[in-house]
């Protein structure tokens, strides 16, 4: 039996090491999350990811889209998708971690790696891909738009999802996406652009995944790209065990907290939680397919 990775998390210097929060109200239209870390211990607190998806069916997230970012936690995205029907997997290698892979002249064998886990039935997206430019200097920004445009080129050969990773590089995500072509199924996850970035990602047909950032008191910014996304490309996730949404902020986060986030969003928006919720339940079955595939 498939034992969890238990890669530990690192925290802010704000962060506290905190039990999980209580269950919610539970949904009475099922959702998903569609990007969590399911492998990533959160330190005395931990979960099993079996216990973290009973928490989430006892509250209506009836399935997860569990997310790898290196070649091991790929693989193990890959196993616990084959186990748990409540699982589906993206793989990739993160944006952060490519400098040094291509730097050790590794980067092409761990890409290749990444292609034959992607052929799998149970991987349904690659991701999280992307560029990320807080983290990385102009020394390593080659490599990430090397491996980013091999990821898009992975997604579209297999036919399935790209989840992209959009840190301070908004416009250099979208020149890439422009150059090379976006699969038919792109997902901006943990969106953190303003209204006008929204309306462009909308408006090439790709979908927004809002986590829990959208609840914080300082992301008006973000809520205001809510409010111009279109129903039909909103799609909801945690990045558990990180983001953890209002009123639970700074304790560890996990796919059983959704109902926070997407009762927010509901209110925010002005319309029923039942009706997003079958929206967004939708949109992640279009984006991903059957959980029951």
Excluded at 66 to 80: I, K, N
Excluded at 177 to 205: I, K, M, Q, W, Y
Aim: net charge negative; charged share 25%; proline share 6%.
């Amino acid at each position: 039996m498939t034992e969890p990775f238990l890669r530990s998390r690192s925290r802010g210097a704000d962060e506290k090491t905190l039990d999980y929060p209580p269950l919610p109200e539970p949904l009475a239209v099922p959702v998903y999350d569609n990007h969590t870390h399911l492998e990533i211990e959160d330190g005395v607190s931990s979960l099993d990811f079996r216990e973290q998806l009973d928490r989430a069916s006892a509250v209506g997230v009836r399935g997860v889209v569990q997310v790898g970012t290196d070649l091991a936690t790929s693989r193990w995205s890959v196993e616990v998708a084959e186990l748990d029907p409540r699982i589906l997997a993206a793989v990739a290698l993160h944006p952060n971690d490519v400098p040094e892979l291509a730097e050790s002249g590794d980067l092409e064998e761990h890409l290749a790696g990444i292609d034959a886990l992607a052929a799998r039935p149970r991987v349904r997206a690659v991701g999280e891909t992307g560029l990320d430019f807080y983290r990385t200097g102009d020394e390593g920004r080659d490599a990430q738009v090397h491996a980013f445009e091999e990821h898009i080129a992975i997604a579209k050969r297999h036919g399935i999802a790209l989840q992209i990773h959009d840190r301070d590089a908004h416009r250099d995500v979208m020149r890439t996406l422009e150059r090379v072509g976006a699969p038919d199924l792109t997902v901006f996850h943990c969106f953190s652009g303003d209204a006008e970035f929204a309306r462009e990602v909308a408006g090439n047909g790709w979908y927004l995944s809002f986590a829990g950032t959208v609840t914080f008191k300082n992301a008006g910014a973000l809520r205001e790209a809510l409010e111009v996304t279109p129903l039909d490309r909103i799609l909801v996730e945690t990045d558990a065990p990180y983001l953890t949404p209002t009123p639970w902020r700074g304790r560890p986060n996990s796919a059983y907290l959704i109902p926070h986030t997407l009762r927010f969003m509901a209110q925010h928006l002005g319309v029923g939680a039942d009706e997003l919720g079958a929206q967004v339940a939708a949109n992640t079955e279009t984006v991903y397919g059957s959980w029951e595939d």
